[in-house]
């Protein structure tokens, strides 16, 4: 097992300097916290991690979670994770004091989930689900069902679901059929079937609450007519007693990654007792499931760049202790008198390293830019400003979810290469990132909805106001990097990249002005990888005006060789990674339309 899975300076470096903290911990909801009380928290969250999750890693994977005599089973760091993850906070963390909550930004829980996610990406799930499940419930919920669940929810005794998808829907929550009957007793007869249910059953978890999607009888079809519900799998009787609610689990799906974070098939009023309670109002349960989806996929993407976090440092450290071969002389010949050496003296061993900390630090400071956005729309008490704040986050937040899910892969499959033969053993751990990354992708909605929601949606949000707005953030950032001798390189590229954004939107919008949007998002995923290195390029060069910065005023918060380490990444990432939006570009621009024939005979 490899001793290092993420680098702390770098998590704190991002989250500290080139987010700069401090502008969120002026909001005045985050006045009880500072930069130390923050640095402590993070401090204890890898130790906790360090302790409880990483040297658990391979074993949840060996022995994985699985149904048996009508129950999940699963590893005994599940219930570690929930209780003592519970007591540290991790649960509560970002919730107001009133209830049960540390009022941390989401930019600090954020940074502390992925020191966890990189740690054991099986075990965050289980407390990350509950968190999402309990804001639902605070949000949106009468004050009764909040009192009476959520207290349990934050400390980690109750664990928390989101039921959405069901057999014959897939994605398409239009289709859904779980059906709600009212009742006399102020609640609703549930019946139906949920799938894909992460973290849905477990036996350290007293009771599950799950927050299901459900249409009431004589609702409207589509998504108009869907509701939320509080469907505990033990509900409470008028003595405060625990009760059975007729929720049935049916079975757990094997994975081909993941092992340890169960994912189960759930059953619903199989005996006509199941009683699920409204959340706020009929018909707006998708509006409120959604008003949360930001918060999801900024965790799926956390997720995506922690797990590649944890394959990079398990390639390093193979490069720095792997000898193999000789480097070539003046000559272009081999010495083999000399001893082998060390892989990571390979110029393409190099590269590949090269290319998973680019990515993996790239898209972590993007990640964190996305929570702080967030933290300030929700707490700015300027109208204007949240209204910038909200705008932005609309604008990065499918890249934040589809970047660090698609390049982790690309990225882990490097590593993988790094490792040769032996990467491709069960004895070491870069199969195992490499089969838990591939869910990133498909969590919270896949590559291609993402990709339509970027192109389809947010680059025409209120008639193109989104991208100005963004354009003119990168802009800035732009500016502050050309006046440095040094990276005025990279500043201008960047700026030539926009240059292309918009020639390839001004030839895509047309389409969808005259109502051909087939052909306008047609390659939205192909769009999608271009506008990602646009915005990781945003990134490094963020992350290279800070670090140059640094350099120049003598900053000893980290020593020199870290900033220039940052400095190294950014050419690697423009040198290597940034150049090939040119040959994405020629796709969208090209005429072709044989993804949209209808012929099937040109796919059978």
Known sequence: MVNKYVDLPSVKFFMNNVQELESVLSKKRFADHNLESVDMFIDSVKQFADRELFPYFKEMDENPAHYKDGKIHVHQQVGKMMKEGGEMGLIAAPFDYEDGGLQLPLLVHTAANYILDAANNHLPGYSGLTTGAAELIIEFASNEL???YTPKMLTGEWGGTMCLTEPQAGSSLSDI?????????????ISGQKIFISGGDHQYAENIVHLLLA?????????????LFVVPKMRLDENGNLEPNDVTTVADFEKMGQKGYCTTHLGFGDEEN??????????????????????????????????????????????????????????????????????????????MLMLQKAMV???????????????????SEDEEEKHKYHT????????????????????????????????????FILQQYYRDIRICTIYEGTTGIQSQDLLGRKMMLNNGEGAKLLMEEIKKTIDEASQ?????????????????????????????????????????????????????????????VVSKRAIITGDKS???????????????????????????????????????????KTIS
């Open 146 to 148: 909040k009192e009476k």
């Open 177 to 189: 059929v779980t059906k709600a009957s009212p009742c006399d007793g102020g609640y609703y007869k």
């Open 215 to 227: 249409r009431i009888e004589g609702a409207p079809a589509g998504t108009k007519g869907i509701s």
């Open 274 to 351: 199941c009683r699920g309670y409204l959340v706020g109002e009929e018909n707006k349960g998708l509006h409120y499931m959604f008003l949360m989806m930001n918060g999801a996929r900024i965790a799926v993407g956390r997720a995506g760049s922690a797990i590649a976090s944890g394959a990079y440092y398990a390639s390093l450290e193979y490069a720095n202790e792997r000898p193999q071969g000789r480097k070539l002389s003046s000559d272009g010949k081999k010495d083999l008198k000399e001893k082998q050496s060390l892989i990571i003296e390979h110029p393409d061993v190099r590269r």
């Open 361 to 379: 630090e790239g898209s972590m400071n993007l990640i964190f830019k996305a929570s702080k956005y967030f933290d300030l729309q929700h707490n």
């Open 392 to 427: 932005l986050l609309e604008m990065i937040i499918p890249v934040v979810k589809t970047y660090p899910s698609e390049a982790g892969i690309y990225s882990i499959n490097n590593g993988l290469q790094v490792l040769g033969g032996y990467g491709f053993c069960s004895d």
């Open 484 to 544: 440095d001798n040094d990276l005025k390189e990279w500043a201008t590229s960047l700026d030539k990249k926009l240059e292309e954004t918009q020639k390839i939107l001004f030839h895509l919008i047309p389409f969808a002005s005259k109502g051909d949007y087939e052909k306008f998002l047609a390659d939205a995923s192909i769009f999608m990888e271009f506008f990602s290195l646009v915005l990781i390029g945003w990134s490094w060069l963020e992350i290279g």
């Open 558 to 600: 980290f020593d020199t060789a870290f900033f220039e380490s940052k400095l190294d990444a950014l050419e690697y990432f423009y040198a290597y990674e940034l150049p090939k939006t040119s040959g994405l570009a020629e796709v969208m621009l090209h005429p072709s339309s044989v993804t949209i024939k209808t012929d099937k």
